[in-house]
């Protein structure tokens, strides 16, 4: 993965610089193509993870599997629709973890588990709100078209210092306190660093694709095809493809159906995140269990 980070931080400038030639339309454009590739068929393989997890078969599993994954998914859509500012601040919380844990999924068994889950959410959460902050505007405005609740601006930098300090603080800790993670630490304020200048120069939709899929989506399909097959190789890479195929062309039909309703700019956002919540909740479970047997 060291090799990967090298190319990850390369990708992310390419990114940046590529951005100061397209215009706003095209940003959006390229960042829905990067997010709907890479970004959906890293969560398209979870019912073969899932089967892989599950030691003890049962008849008919596969189809029992997918039958509850769709149940989850159908009561996050029916949680936005009924409880739109609930299913949104689970959203946020579930999804910060997820990004956190991808990041630090390797901290020592040593530390309190309790304390592995709140620097992992920590983490995640403020990668999140550095992408709030700096596009808060068109952030309100999704929110506002998700929940009908108009966020004050100074929420989301009040809540980025206070996790932000909660976050360093913690990190002084483990620092002081665990010598073999000292240069990990380092190298993820320097990454903490490259998302806000990405962040801050970018789009909202340009800059949450990069870092949705540079850094988390394809190390997490390098992560299950790891725990799949054993290793990473083209063969691997393809085999996983194939599996992923028609669920990630089923979420693909899903969202070009919601654009072909909603064609209004905002309004589509706003489906389109409440769509990627919706399939966001069983994967991050999925993605746990899976790095809990890893």
């Known amino acids: ?158 809540l980025l210092k206070v996790t932000g300090i909660a976050f360093i603080s913690l990190s002084c800790y483990l620092y002081w306190k665990i010598l073999k993670i000292r240069k990990k630490l380092l190298l993820e304020f320097f990454h903490l660093v490259v998302f806000s200048i990405i962040f801050k120069s970018s789009s909202l939709i340009w800059g949450f694709a990069i870092y949705f899929v540079v850094w988390h989506s394809v190390p997490s399909i390098i992560d299950q095809i790891k725990f799949l097959n054993g290793s990473v190789s083209k063969k691997h890479f393809l085999s996983y493809c194939k599996a992923a195929a028609v669920y990630w062309f089923v979420s693909i039909l899903g969202i070009a159906l919601i654009y072909f309703f909603l064609k209004e700019e905002q309004l589509f956002n706003a489906v389109f995140f409440s769509f990627l919540a919706a399939i966001t909740f069983p994967h991050a479970l999925v993605i746990t269990r899976m790095l809990h047997r890893k």
């Open 1 to 158: 993965m060291k090799n990967y980070t090298k190319f990850a931080i390369v990708a992310s400038f390419f990114g940046l610089w590529m951005d100061s030639y397209f215009s706003t339309r095209l940003q959006i454009i390229s960042g829905f193509v990067l997010i709907l590739s890479f970004g959906i068929l890293h969560g398209a393989n979870d019912l073969q993870l899932i089967d892989k997890i599950d030691i003890v078969k049962h008849k008919n599993s596969t189809f029992r599997i997918l039958i509850y994954y769709v149940i989850v998914v159908l009561m996050g859509i029916l949680l936005f629709y009924l409880f739109p500012l609930l299913a949104l601040v689970i959203f946020i919380v579930v999804s910060a973890y997820h990004f956190g844990e991808q990041q630090w999924q390797k901290l020592p068994n040593s530390l309190p588990i309790w304390s592995r889950i709140l620097y992992q959410f920590l983490y995640g959460f403020t990668i999140l709100f550095l992408l709030f902050v700096f596009h808060t505007n068109q952030v309100q405005n999704i929110i506002f078209n998700i929940t009908n609740f108009k966020i004050p601006n100074q929420y989301f930098w009040e």
